[in-house]
């Protein structure tokens, strides 16, 4: 069963998300970063990477990633794909894990995020199956295999996941700018 042109122009809005909220999320960080650690600028731009910064753009990043995993998911679902429901799931285990976080349920909230690991590799697996170009294809393939990872190295080494992680995001935000760029060339095509 392949992608119609509908559920790829509905596709086109994850993408897209997906590229501007990771985008976002990695250029504040770098720049937030660089200020304060290798200039000598006063506030405000100190301000930008104190921790509390740090945790509210991470929230929204989350509350974003999760809205476009569950648009993801819905759009498949509605196309008759039933690995849509995948994103969903990811979505309900990572909303359910951070509750359980909030009223102290560690060991609950330690399973149910394991869970949501699974799931987040099970998403990029989804996104390396709907690719409809062969580069995206593999930068979502790589980034699966990266997040596995960047889970072992976790418990080795775990400094380095934050290296691995922003080669995912990077990877990411490549390989939905090709589906983007494929899609609207389908688009274009077609007229």
Same mark, same amino acid.
Request: hydrophobic share 60%; glycine share 6%; aromatic share 12%.
């Given at each position: 069963?392949?992608?119609?042109?509908?559920?790829?122009?509905?596709?086109?809005?994850?993408?897209?998300g997906f590229?501007?909220?990771?985008?976002?999320?990695?250029?504040?960080?770098?720049?937030?970063?660089?200020?304060?650690?290798?200039?000598?600028?006063?506030?405000?731009?100190?301000? @930008?990477? &104190?921790?509390?910064? *740090? =945790?509210?753009?991470?929230?929204?990043?989350? #509350? +974003?990633? !999760?809205?476009?995993?569950? %648009?993801?998911?819905?759009?498949?679902?509605?196309?008759?794909?039933?690995?849509?429901?995948?994103?969903?799931?990811?979505?309900?285990?990572?909303?359910?894990?951070?509750?359980? @976080?909030? &009223?102290?349920?560690? *060991? =609950?909230?330690?399973?149910?995020?394991?869970? #949501? +690991?699974? !799931?987040?590799?099970?998403? %990029?697996?989804?996104?390396?199956?709907?690719?409809?170009h062969r580069?995206?294809?593999?930068?979502?393939?790589?980034?699966?295999?990266?997040?596995?990872?960047?889970?072992?190295?976790?418990? &080795?080494?775990?400094?380095?996941?934050?290296?691995?992680?922003?080669?995912?995001?990077?990877?990411?935000?490549?390989?939905?700018?090709?589906?983007?760029?494929?899609?609207?060339?389908?688009?274009?095509?077609?007229?």
């Amino acid at each position: 069963m392949s992608l119609g042109a509908r559920l790829l122009n509905r596709l086109a809005w994850f993408y897209v998300g997906f590229v501007l909220v990771n985008f976002a999320s990695l250029l504040w960080l770098f720049i937030s970063s660089y200020l304060t650690i290798y200039t000598d600028l006063p506030l405000p731009y100190f301000m @930008l990477y &104190i921790p509390n910064n *740090i =945790a509210i753009v991470a929230l929204v990043t989350l #509350a +974003l990633i !999760l809205g476009l995993y569950t %648009y993801m998911g819905v759009t498949l679902v509605r196309g008759g794909f039933s690995r849509g429901y995948v994103p969903v799931f990811f979505t309900a285990s990572v909303v359910v894990g951070l509750a359980l @976080l909030l &009223i102290r349920q560690f *060991i =609950a909230a330690i399973v149910v995020l394991i869970i #949501a +690991l699974a !799931l987040l590799i099970g998403n %990029y697996a989804v996104l390396t199956s709907i690719a409809t170009h062969r580069a995206s294809m593999y930068m979502w393939l790589t980034s699966t295999l990266l997040i596995i990872a960047a889970a072992i190295l976790a418990v &080795i080494r775990s400094p380095l996941v934050n290296y691995v992680g922003a080669t995912i995001q990077s990877l990411s935000i490549l390989a939905c700018a090709i589906e983007v760029w494929s899609i609207m060339g389908r688009q274009g095509q077609a007229r």
